[in-house]
């Protein structure tokens, strides 16, 4: 809703351009003065959107009104109305930046022109105002961020229509997932979004997802799934020489509509797991038969498994175990993560049938499974357990919700310390790509990103609630580098920690 102040001596004229202003469908709080004394203190004490006034009035007369409001710096749009014999005065007006005249007697079409005029200049300046108040790379990161993570558009777009045009969205259309084995993204000394973008020549938006992941959002991208490839050995390639970090990137498929990033960027986690049956592979393709299924071991293997370590039957087991390595070879998109718990249940039911093995052996050699580099080395830990199989007491497994319960009340209660997996792990005493899974599975969200929405409201909480300084809320949440905690939080939230604090509140708030 807009508001307005008429300014006139006459009561007979305020009530004619009431009228004319309740024929126009646009929504006004109408106030009225009956001379610019009336109107000025009215206007020191409440704002209005636009000031309508008279010339010749009583006490304060309108030009002498119009450059009080211009000395007390009170913003709003301006608009005269006179008679003939006022019209130098109105040249005079126009002089000090009034350019809105309307000649009694007033004409509807004219007044109508005038005021709607008027008022989509006001929404203009206002989303104008707003986009430079927020930074707009920002504001896009947020939004691409949001909806990478699942947000819905159309929720997005009815928060931001006041701020934003999303038509920027139409023209991206490839992701490359980028992912490092460290915390690479979290290293305050480089500098990669920049990097990157010098040393790529091709248009597209960087974001940064965790500590180990960001994504390349190619824009209008025409080029071919063997050029793409080829972009992502480049990429590579230019990384390794300036940091020697071997990063892995996916390559997506064509995005048909914004609303399918989400989708798109699950399938490219997915598709990333085969990194860890090509060892020396850093680059991946997503393709369209690569699907999401975690039940691809065949159960009658695994019972037969299971059955020949009871029975003791060596020869069997060795079959029957090498017709389950053998599927998973050849099923070589299954998530490592399933393959490795698949894996660790068989190690645990030989572990149950031996006599001999020590508990902490157990575990280190299960840690051992779980931090396998490749497909082989986790075979060779079975086939050592196959090869010292004897009867043990059984050995209990934790229910998993109450592991994931434990982990999530570990990192609510240390959110401030250095949180890795590994850590995170070690405290439940499961191996990391384990927990990793099933925290997922339980929770439907990764660690990271369970991490970084801990950190991100309590930061927002020690903004509403402290006068902390935004390096001291920083190191308070996790975050030893305060650019990155920063870039972080416009990208959580939309909005910079400092203009947080300052608003008082984000113009995206969930």
Not at 43 to 62: A, E, H, R, S, W
Not at 153 to 180: C, M, P
Not at 197 to 206: A, G, I, P, S, V
Request: glycine share 2%.
């Amino acid at each position: 809703m807009y508001s307005i102040l008429i300014v006139d001596d006459e009561r007979i004229e305020r009530r004619g351009i009431k009228f004319l202003l309740n024929q126009i469908n646009i929504e006004l709080e109408i106030y009225e003065a009956s001379n610019g004394k009336e109107a000025l203190e009215f206007l020191q004490k409440n704002k209005v959107d636009i000031l309508f006034t008279d010339i010749k009035m009583p006490f304060m007369d309108g030009i002498q009104l119009i450059n009080e409001v211009k000395k007390n710096n009170i913003e709003n749009k301006i608009v005269i109305f006179s008679g003939y014999e006022e019209f130098e005065y109105a040249k005079f007006a126009t002089k000090m930046g009034v350019l809105n005249y309307i000649l009694k007697p007033v004409n509807p079409s004219e007044f109508e022109e005038t005021i709607t005029k008027i008022i989509n200049d006001i929404d203009k300046e206002k989303k104008e105002t707003k986009i430079k108040n927020m930074n707009l790379d920002f504001m896009k990161e947020h939004i691409l961020y949001s909806l990478v993570n699942g947000a819905d558009y159309n929720d997005i777009a009815n928060k931001t229509k006041e701020i934003i045009d999303l038509d920027f969205l139409k023209s991206y259309n490839r992701l490359f997932l980028i992912e490092s084995n460290n915390d690479f993204f979290g290293d305050g000394k480089i500098d990669f979004k920049n990097f990157i973008h010098k040393n790529l020549d091709y248009e597209f938006q960087y974001l940064n997802l965790n500590l180990r992941q960001s994504l390349l959002i190619f824009i209008d991208n025409k080029e071919d799934d063997e050029t793409l490839k080829h972009i992502g050995h480049i990429i590579h390639n230019i990384v390794y020489d300036e940091y020697k970090v071997n990063f892995y990137i996916t390559v997506g498929q064509e995005l048909k509509d914004i609303t399918d990033i989400s989708e798109s960027f699950n399938k490219m986690e997915l598709t990333m797991e085969r990194k860890f049956y090509y060892t020396d592979t850093y680059v991946f393709l997503d393709s369209e038969d690569i699907e999401n299924d975690t039940n691809l071991s065949n159960d009658s293997i695994i019972k037969s498994i299971k059955k020949d370590i009871k029975l003791k039957e060596i020869d069997s087991l060795k079959k029957d175990f090498n017709t389950l390595c053998n599927k998973f070879k050849k099923e070589d998109n299954v998530p490592q993560v399933y393959l490795k718990f698949t894996f660790s249940e068989i190690l645990k039911e030989l572990y149950k049938n031996m006599t001999d093995m020590k508990e902490s052996d157990f575990k280190n050699d299960l840690a051992r499974l779980y931090k396998a580099a490749d497909f082989t080395n986790v075979i060779n830990v079975i086939n050592e357990y196959i090869d010292m199989l004897n009867k043990s007491d059984s050995n209990d497994t934790t229910v998993v919700h109450k592991e994931i319960e434990s982990v999530k009340k570990f990192i609510l209660e240390n959110y401030e310390k250095d949180l890795s997996v590994d850590i995170l792990a070690s405290n439940v005493c499961l191996a990391p790509s384990y927990l990793s899974y099933v925290f997922k599975k339980e929770t439907g969200q990764n660690i990271s990103k369970y991490i970084k929405a801990c950190r991100m409201n309590k930061a927002k909480d020690l903004l509403e609630n402290s006068y902390e300084k935004i390096v001291n809320i920083s190191y308070a949440v996790g975050y030893r580098n305060v650019s990155y905690f920063c870039q972080s939080f416009r990208e959580y939230f939309g909005i910079s920690p400092q203009k947080y604090r300052n608003e008082g509140e984000s113009l995206d708030e969930d």
